[in-house]
T-cell receptor
Framework: AQKITQTQPGMFVQEKEAVTLDCTYD???????LFWYKQPSSGEMIFLIY??????QNATEGRYSLNFQKARKSANLVISASQLGDSAMYFC???????????FGTGTRLLVSP | DAGVIQSPRHEVTEMGQEVTLRCKPI?????LFWYRQTMMRGLELLIY????????DSGMPEDRFSAKMPNASFSTLKIQPSEPRDSAVYFC?????????????????????FGPGTRLTVL
């Protein structure tokens, strides 16, 4: 069964607007961590934000915030005030308790237009 | 601070040749991961080390792949002999693994930081 599902292969947004990238996950473990990474065209993987399953509040890092809905098993990434440099692939990933490896979704390609 | 360093950044080789990829983790990190990214399979973990000891190599495709971590600041991934289907981007990542606060809870300091990757092309 797919552990991480990103249903949007591509998203378009205009500069300065907000965009939400969807991520749903599947686990029976009550303890897990959720991560978002950005991969620009240059290829590197850049860590953006982390949400722990026990965290009481949604994670925020600058323009990035995570809309964490535990009951729905969703961890959507919200990028506010999009910039041209936000154009990239975005990957959602999960790590379950007892496992160190990250399981990645298939990614969403975001294109920010002027 | 220097991030994860990988070399070479690009490698083009012929089928049958030996390929060695290198990684220097972030200083002070005690876990190191090798991932492979392809269009067909996405990002998948090959192997990871804790304190220089291999913990899980179940993702290594076959015996042609081997990885070592002789010390805390260096790791290699070797493919011998290489095949065209090994063409991919190989990432090294490192993290600082800490004990959990609450039992079983994972801490943000376990975040994995990736190197720039090595793009391997096997002709």
């Amino acid at each position: 069964a797919q552990k991480i599902t990103q249903t949007q292969p591509g998203m378009f947004v205009q500069e300065k607007e907000a965009v939400t990238l969807d991520c749903t996950y599947d686990t029976s473990d009550p303890s897990y961590g959720l991560f978002w990474y950005k991969q620009p065209s240059s290829g590197e993987m850049i860590f953006l934000i982390y949400q722990g399953s026990y965290d009481q509040q949604n994670a925020t890092e600058g323009r990035y915030s995570l809309n964490f809905q535990k009951a729905r098993k969703s961890a959507n990434l919200v990028i506010s005030a999009s910039q041209l440099g936000d154009s990239a692939m975005y990957f959602c990933a999960m790590r379950e308790r007892g496992f160190q490896k990250l399981v990645f979704g298939t990614g969403t390609r975001l294109l920010v237009s002027p | 601070d220097a991030g994860v360093i990988q070399s070479p950044r690009h490698e083009v080789t012929e089928m049958g040749q030996e390929v060695t990829l290198r990684c220097k983790p972030i200083s002070g990190h005690n876990s190191l991961f090798w991932y492979r990214q392809t269009m067909m399979r996405g990002l998948e973990l090959l192997i990871y080390f804790n304190n220089n000891v291999p913990i899980d190599d179940s993702g290594m495709p076959e015996d042609r792949f081997s990885a070592k971590m002789p010390n805390a600041s260096f790791s290699t991934l070797k493919i011998q002999p290489s095949e065209p289907r090994d063409s991919a981007v190989y990432f090294c990542a490192s993290s600082l693994r800490t004990r959990s606060g609450l039992a079983g809870e994972q801490t943000s300091t376990d975040t994995q930081y990736f190197g720039p990757g090595t793009r391997l092309t096997v002709l």
